[in-house]
Each structure stands twice: as structure tokens, then as C-alpha cells.
């Protein structure tokens, strides 16, 4: 026997068995992310790519799971294994179930629609509470058989919200984790994950269900268990995300910690600059946002026009037709409006909303403007946001894209 092996692994022939089970894992990773991983991962996606996807595969597998148990309510509540229930009425039910949901999502991507590339995280959540909402109110609804069809219409339309949120900001989540223009292969991976997560969940749905259905006891404590699962992956999911474009909440977050690292720079030191090199990341900035959708009203990008701000507009922005950019203090309700002309640019929007917070931070021009219902911001104001965004551009090396809504 001991010609046969040795204690470091090698047997008569030479070959390790170490080394071949090392190589045996390396074969299977290799196959996996081939299959599940985008090409060139983890160089050809954002760095938060993989915090955010383990997060993300958790949700999945608990949501597919609850489904499971709400399928089998409204399934029970139907009439299924009934005698006596109404085919036609199970039609009837299935049929206006989904009129609701297509009105709903209809009506939900018209409010909507346009703010959810601002507000990506926080209709990212809201999507989830909502889906589990659906899922709550369908597995109470056959305890209810007076209003199962009012119970299920609703459950319907909040899955349409879920449908319509979800799938818009997982396409602004996919454009910026995908760093070489590698956006459909990052999508498409994401799909084959989310496939693996459903083909895990099925089984273990498979083996739960019998017990489930014999119990509801068992099935309202795996249901809670579940959903507080569920809503906790998402949360640490979307904290998780490191954006490197400005929104409405980001950008207030950046220029106050900007302006509050450069005046502790200015009171520090006898030289004072325009841009303090002052040291700002955007991970700070991200565990900084809100997560669900709140007011931001001090500084109003691209409102409509007031009656009040059409000749003042009308005149900056022919005095001021390189900016593309006219900024209107409301001194009555301490907000700053931002207006663009027709031929606007991306970073114009982000210009005059830099621009905007500037004024905002100038405690004196605020004063001086209290009483007024629309003054123009001054032209120091605009060589501070012209400062500002060289030192974007060539300090921070941050994306200076931005979408407000």
C-alpha cells in the first residue's frame, strides 16, 4: 500500500490528486462564467457588479418561492379541485385580471416613465415592496371568497407597476455596469442568472408545496419569513450600487460636501482657489441617498415655464446663448429653477443644475433675493459651476452625466 501513494498527494505514476482537483475547479468556474458571467468579467463591468448581483440572486430566489405559495391561493381560490366552481367564472376572473394589469401599466408608464432614469434605486425598491404586496394581497384573497375578484384585480395591477418599474431601471442599472460598451452581453448574462435562480427555486418550491398546501399555518410562516428575506436583499442590493452619474439627490449630496471640504480648505490655508482639490468619491455620495422617492423641490430642472419667468428667461438666454443655460431664483419659495433652450446637451442640464446649487450655497445673494419672486443668478455663480465641472472632468475622473426628473 505505501507503493502505491505517498502523503503529499502523488500517486505511482507521478499525477497529483491535488493538482487535478485543483484543475477540475478551475474547469468548472471557467464553464460557469462562460455561461452566467458577462466576457472579461470582472474588468468589462462596474466594480460594484458582484456585491450587487449576490444580493440580487438572493431576492430572486425568495420571490420565486413566494410566488409559488401566491400561485397556489389564487389557483385555490379560482375554484381549482371545487366541484362546484364556474369554469366560466375562473375565465371571466383570469380575463379582467389581466385587463387590469395592462390599463395599470399602462397608466403607471405614462406618470412615470420619464423619472425613473433619475430615480433608478428608488423605483428599483418600490418595485419590489410593491411586488410583495401583490403576492400578500393574492395569498389573503381565498379567505375572502365576497371580494377574491376585487382582491386578485389589484394584486394584478400592482404586478404591472412591478412589471413596468422593474424592467425600466434594470436598464439604466445594466448601462452602468456595463464599462465596454458590453451592455446587451451584461443583460443577457443577467437573464441566465435570474434563469439558474428560477430552475433552484422551482425545485425547492416543488418539494415545500405539498406541505405548504396541507398547512396554512406552514405557508403564512414561509411566506413572512420569505418576504422579510426578500425585501432586506433588496435593500442591501440597491445600497450596494456605486453610481457614477449625477442625479437630483446625488448632486445635492456632491455640492454640499464640496463646498463644505472647501471651506475647511479656505480657512485652512492662506491660498484660495476656485476648485479646492478636495478628495470626493462617490460611495459616500451613494450611501448618502434616499432609497425611496422624496421631495427635492430646491432646485427645479427643466419646470415649466412660469408667467412670471418668460422675459427674464427669454432675455439671459439671448444674452447668454453659449450656455444654452438661464438659472431664476424664486427668493418667495427659496428654489432655483433651471431652463435650457431647445438645443440643450446632457451636460448642460448638469452645468445649470451645478449652477443652481452654487446660488443656493451663496447665503448672501439668497438674502438679497428674498423678496423677489424670479432673479437671475449672478455671473460669478457661472464661472463657479465653469470651474466645478473642469474639475469633474479632470480631478475626480467621474462620469458627468446626469438625468433629473
Known sequence: ???????????????????????????????????????????????????????????????????????????????????????TAATLTHLMRNFTGMVGGIWFA?????????????????????????????????????????????????RAIVGIAGGATRATLVRHQAKKNNMADVSAKDSSQETLVNLVALVVSALITPYAASSLQLTWVLFIVLMGLHLYCNFRAVRSLRMTSFNSYRLRSFMKEFHSKASELSTNTSTNTSTPEVCLGFASINMSEPLFPVGNTDVLVGPKLRDCDVEIVSTALEHNSDRKVAVVFDGVNETARVYFEKSHTQRDVLYGAIAAHTALQDMS?????????????????????????????????????????
Not at 468589462?44 to 444580493?55: I, R
Not at 431576492?59 to 366541484?83: E, N, R, Y
Not at 425613473?116 to 393574492?138: C, F, H, P, S, T
Not at 419672486?373 to 466645478?388: C, G, Y
Open 365 to 405: 445673494f439668497v438674502r438679497n433675493g428674498v423678496k423677489k419672486n424670479s432673479v437671475l443668478i449672478n455671473e460669478e455663480h457661472f464661472k463657479a459651476a465653469d470651474a466645478l465641472m473642469v474639475y469633474l472632468r479632470e480631478q475626480t475622473g467621474v462620469c458627468t452625466t446626469c438625468s433629473f426628473a
Open 110 to 158: 405614462w406618470f412615470s416613465g420619464s423619472t425613473m432614469d433619475g430615480k433608478a434605486k428608488q423605483y428599483r425598491l418600490v418595485a419590489d415592496v410593491l411586488n410583495d404586496l401583490a403576492m400578500l394581497i393574492e395569498l389573503i384573497s381565498p379567505l375572502f371568497p365576497g371580494i377574491f375578484f376585487a382582491t386578485v384585480c389589484i394584486a394584478s395591477l400592482c
Open 1 to 87: 500500500n505505501s507503493s502505491s501513494s505517498s502523503s503529499n498527494g502523488q500517486t505511482v505514476d507521478g499525477s497529483d490528486n491535488n493538482g487535478s482537483g485543483a484543475s477540475l475547479t478551475v474547469l468548472l468556474f471557467s464553464v460557469f462564467s462562460s455561461l452566467f458571467l458577462p466576457d472579461g468579467y470582472p474588468h468589462s463591468v462596474s466594480d460594484d457588479y458582484s456585491n450587487y448581483q449576490v444580493w440580487d440572486t438572493l431576492q430572486a430566489f425568495s420571490s420565486s418561492i413566494m410566488g409559488t405559495l401566491a400561485t397556489h391561493a389564487v389557483l385555490k381560490g379560482t375554484g381549482v379541485g371545487d366541484a362546484t366552481a364556474s369554469v
